[in-house]
């Protein structure tokens, strides 16, 4: 199988495995935003072990491909912003320890220093001069995350960030440009960002997808919203 194949496997696997969980959801939203938007991606839905053990699979199998198609290059651990980040970091750290038979590191940060213990802002895999370090996350918006985090890990220490990898690309523009929020990110810190799946993907495996009962998981109605959602939002 190549490349593109597995990319368009995972994509169908990972679409039927957000709509199992009921993540993914399509009706009528408003965003933090203020968009209103015609499908939605729950992260809080990924709450018990099973199904968070499963998404760090997810996140192993697409870091795995980043890296065969020459995107990602080592990294020496993986790092997830409190708070949603923080689960996130621990099963793509398991799941790509298990897969490769050797241990990757997993940091995240406290929202604030701790005094006493241990201490410090960040728990896990301790931030050295010179270490290489991945970022994950869920769907990414604006990129206040990214913008917010990264100061941190340079006081920490002289660190680089090699890129970051998301659940999702919603491939939306940017309040404030034409751009998406991964295009500005990557342009702005100059790493790479990718996903899982984008939502063009996540749509596309959707269409081919039925409920249990047998009724397409994407109406022709629903359809058309994401057709005018994306002409007016796209990126």
């Not at 593109?4 to 935003?33: H, M, P």
């Not at 005094?115 to 990129?143: I, N």
């Amino acid at each position: 199988m190549t490349i593109r194949e597995n990319i368009v496997s995972a994509s169908t696997d990972f679409t039927q495995f957000l709509l199992d969980c009921q993540a993914l959801k399509f009706g009528s939203f408003t965003l933090k935003s203020g968009r209103q938007s015609p499908y939605f991606i729950n992260a809080g839905s990924f709450n018990d072990g099973q199904r968070i053990a499963r998404l760090g699979e997810f996140y192993a199998q697409a870091i795995r491909t980043a890296q065969a198609e020459g995107k990602l290059g080592e990294f020496d651990t993986i790092f997830g912003p409190a708070y949603k980040g923080i689960p996130l970091a621990v099963t793509t750290s398991m799941a790509l320890s298990m897969a490769q038979g050797n241990a990757v590191g997993y940091t995240f940060d406290r929202k604030e220093a701790k005094d006493h213990g241990d201490g410090g802002m960040f728990v896990g895999t301790a931030l050295r001069d010179g270490m290489k370090v991945l970022l994950v996350d869920d769907v990414m918006t604006a990129g206040t995350a990214v913008r917010e985090v990264l100061p941190k890990l340079k006081a920490a220490a002289d660190v680089e960030v090699v890129g970051l990898v998301l659940s999702v690309d919603r491939m939306e523009k940017t309040k404030d440009s034409d751009q998406s929020a991964v295009q500005a990110v990557e342009e702005e810190f100059g790493f790479p960002v990718f996903a899982i799946a984008t939502i063009h993907d996540i749509i596309d495996a959707a269409c081919q997808l039925s409920h249990a009962d047998g009724s397409p998981v994407i109406t022709e109605q629903i359809s058309e919203q994401i057709e005018d959602y994306f002409a007016q939002y796209g990126a």
